[in-house]
């Protein structure tokens, strides 16, 4: 699927099959359709039919794609695994133990899998995503395609977080930037695909129609709206009974408090509320007496403590922590 908002870049990066890159990397937010787009251009340049608005859908190729086997095609994505001695993932950039990464021997099998003879005398195409979970070992395997590319050959490397890569590998491919669309597009998109009130998922999302989608979710959505209310009045906050109801979602609700805490910043320093709109009056209330000084620390504080979320020494202390800091900060303007 080539969603509407990425629909002119699909066309700019496939006018001309002849300059097709042999690596592209697709960079941008979460939630706006890059792998998707990525997944097209694979179905387009192995195509036997390939139009300018993409694959035709009923060559043989394009119904061995559908099906996930055709031969020509490989995707590699991170895999649970614990790091073992030599072969660690640095702290700043995943968990040490029981981190999603990917290894140097997936790498491998792309790099054997593209040096091969096309079944079909066309292209071998390679999708890496997300390609910052490649750990030091597998990307550094990844450059010598990327150096000395067989002919026929598209790499298409999907990133969330670009700065994550190695900047050799930055530096030897095609930089293409996916960005958010423009509101309106996404709350239309948004609307025909059954959300009647797109408008509070959307900036939640950060305007990435995606996200936004699993957002409106009815049972996370009001898991949202309760959390947003014990936010809301932090001298009546309960920090330890919020932290056991909520520890159980605990990516959720630091998310929630991270995107709560941007909109208290952003209200002291611009007047503005992105992501909960519909509480800004409550958020500019807290953040009128709320310390500035004290608001960037917490900031910090939570933007460090994301690495612990997906496995944490005790999910309710690490909770409970963050909300009695929250409480102190903010309490006063309750």
């Given amino acids: 699927m080539i969603h509407p908002w990425n629909a002119s870049l699909f066309r700019q990066l ?45 060559c043989d190729a394009c119904n061995w794609f559908d099906q996930g086997n055709h031969p020509d095609f490989r995707r590699v994505e991170p895999v649970e695994t614990e790091a073992e001695e030599g072969d660690a993932v640095p702290a700043k950039k995943a968990p040490k133990k029981g981190g999603r990464i990917i290894k140097v021997e997936a790498i491998r099998e792309i790099t054997d899998f593209l040096n091969l003879t096309a079944h079909r005398g066309g292209w071998r195409v390679a999708l890496i995503h997300p390609a910052e979970f490649m750990n030091p070992a597998a990307a550094n395997a990844l450059l010598k395609t990327l150096e000395e590319p ?47 009130e797109p408008a509070s998922p959307l900036a939640e999302a950060g305007g990435a ?16 709206e309760a959390f947003l209310d014990l936010l809301a009045q932090p001298r009546q906050l309960d920090a330890c009974q919020a932290a056991q109801a909520f520890q159980p979602v605990l990516a959720e609700a630091w998310g929630w408090l991270t995107r709560w805490l941007h909109d208290l910043l952003a209200q002291r320093l611009a007047g503005q509320t992105h992501y909960f709109p519909s509480r800004s009056d409550t958020i500019a209330r807290i953040a009128a007496a709320s310390g500035l000084v004290e608001l960037l620390a917490f900031q910090r504080e939570l933007a460090q403590a994301g690495r612990w979320l997906r496995h944490p020494l005790n999910a309710q202390l690490l909770l409970e922590s963050w909300l009695i800091r929250y409480s102190e900060i903010a309490g006063a303007s309750a």
């Fill in 209 to 224: 129609p995606l996200a936004a989608l699993g957002y409106a979710e009815p049972e996370r959505a009001a898991r949202r």
């Fill in 150 to 196: 067989p002919a026929r050959v598209l790499l298409l490397l999907v990133s969330h977080q670009p700065r994550r890569l190695l900047a050799t590998v930055i530096s030897r491919c095609r930089k293409v930037a996916v960005p958010l669309p423009e509101r309106e597009t996404a709350l239309a998109w948004l609307r025909a695909a059954g959300l009647p």
């Fill in 14 to 58: 496939t006018a001309n099959p002849a300059h097709l890159p042999h690596a592209l990397l697709l960079h941008g937010p979460a939630g706006v359709g890059k792998l998707d787009l990525a997944r097209e251009l694979a179905r387009w340049a192995l195509c036997q039919q390939p139009r300018a608005d993409g694959a035709c859908g009923v």
